[in-house]
């Protein structure tokens, strides 16, 4: 999210570091202990006492251990509901999405592209984490509808849901190719995978559009 204006003085920003910082120091406890052990058998007691804070401490920062690991969702998720989200039509809707990813990605800065596969590898071999991320993509991908619904209340909620779900997959997937690339000079920012996954998007929908639909023609122009 946006760095809001300096209302607080430089102990304001000072604070937000170290909370930065903690939760950092959490994530990787977290894990490492998932990677070791497996998150069914690691407690948030152990994530604590592996960070050098107070279970109580934890859930000041993390409602789960599952979200300690998944840091990223619970950054995205807030985003969702707290940046503006402005949208007329179906085309503006998906553009909104994208603009509420580039807020995230601003605020991301540039991740660690190591620990990024190291969480990649924990959600494809643990089914706990798997479990969480999914559930967190369909709570994300609920509040991403209702905004679009707020801002288009006579659009059909089928339409809604499904623009929600390509925000999902879209935002998912550039994370996915930019923890696929190459360690080299060339690798791609986080934003221009980003990027490059929302272009070919859009080419696969236009390949869509241009399908004879079953009736005769073609499907039409989409999104509008």
Excluded at 71 to 98: C, K, M, Q
Excluded at 149 to 170: K, M, N, R, S, Y
Aim: hydrophobic letters at 40%; one cysteine or more.
């Amino acid at each position: 999210m946006p760095a809001a204006e300096d209302s607080t003085g430089p102990e304001e920003g000072v604070r937000q570091r170290r909370t930065r910082e903690l939760r950092q120091r959490v994530h990787l406890a977290a894990l490492e202990l998932g990677e070791r052990y497996g998150m069914a058998a690691v407690t948030v007691a152990q994530i604590s006492a592996a960070a050098d804070i107070s279970r109580r401490s934890f859930f000041r920062y993390f409602g789960c251990k599952e979200e300690a690991v998944l840091d990223g969702h619970s950054r995205y998720l807030a985003a969702v509901g707290t940046v503006p989200f402005v949208a007329a039509n179906r085309a503006e809707a998906l553009e909104a999405i994208d603009r509420l990813g580039d807020v995230v990605l601003a605020c991301e800065g540039t991740p660690d592209l190591a620990e990024h596969r190291r969480v990649s590898r924990l959600i494809e071999a643990d089914p706990a984490i798997r479990a969480y991320a999914v559930s967190q993509d369909r709570v994300i991908t609920d509040k991403l509808r209702n905004r679009l619904a707020e801002q288009l209340p006579e659009e059909d909620p089928t339409a809604l849901e499904l623009i929600a779900h390509i925000g999902v997959t879209i935002w998912r997937n550039g994370w996915i190719r930019w923890s696929s690339q190459a360690d080299d000079a060339a690798a791609e920012t986080p934003a221009e995978s980003h990027a490059a996954v929302r272009a070919l998007f859009r080419d696969l929908a236009e390949v869509a559009c241009a399908l004879p639909d079953p009736e005769g023609g073609r499907r039409g122009q989409a999104p509008r």
